[in-house]
């Protein structure tokens, strides 16, 4: 195999993992399509730029990041939103989570208005380390910034996050 359909084959392994990050920052399917589309075609344009034996992973998710940076935020615009406070139209955020009931479905719709309420800077950091799993030097490489900042960020977010859902608890008591 040539190093060139390696380096493609192990590119697509984590087609599912931007596809989820590139949902969260577009809050939209099909623009979501897009980001993943256009991350690959700048991947494998700048392939020779990958340093064989690094995280490849973290270099796309950095490619995504840096697209999405680029194309979609510079737009400024905000999703529309429903009378709830919730993106209308997009691919709900945790599309894979078992639905056994009801109350299942509004913990995840509870948990996406908070998480659309966190501006980019503090939501993409948090995604990456909390739910993707990247170790914060690689957080880090994909932020361009420093551990330190990752970390502030990572705190910040989750400082809202709870502070978004501090009611949580006693509004479903009652």
Same mark, same amino acid.
């Given at each position: /195999? ?21 949902? @969260? ?10 980001? #993943? ?6 991947? /494998? ?5 990958? &340093? ?5 992973? *973290? ?26 406070? #919730? ?19 509004? #913990? ?23 739910? &993707?799993?990247?170790? +914060? ?5 994909? /932020? ?19 502070? @978004? +859902? ?7 008591? *009652?």
């Amino acid at each position: /195999m040539s190093p060139e359909e390696e380096f493609r084959q192990e590119a697509l392994q984590h087609l599912d993992a931007l596809h989820n990050l590139a949902v @969260y920052l577009t809050r939209n399917g099909s623009e979501a399509q897009d980001l #993943v589309q256009e991350t690959y075609v700048r991947a /494998m344009r700048f392939s020779h730029r990958f &340093e064989r034996g690094t995280h490849l992973r *973290a270099w796309l998710f950095q490619i995504l990041r840096n697209t999405f940076l680029t194309f979609y935020r510079l737009r400024e615009r905000e999703p529309a939103l429903s009378e709830d406070g #919730v993106p209308a139209g997009g691919a709900p955020m945790f599309h894979d989570a078992p639905d056994q009931d009801g109350a299942s479905t509004e #913990v995840h719709t509870d948990l996406e208005r908070a998480l659309a309420r966190l501006p980019e800077e503090f939501k993409t950091p948090l995604l990456l380390a909390e739910v &993707e799993g990247f170790p +914060l030097e690689d957080v880090a490489r994909i /932020m361009d910034c420093p551990v330190g900042t990752v970390k502030s960020r990572i705190f910040r977010a989750k400082e809202r996050m709870r502070e @978004y +859902l501090k009611d949580y608890g006693q509004e479903r008591k *009652a």
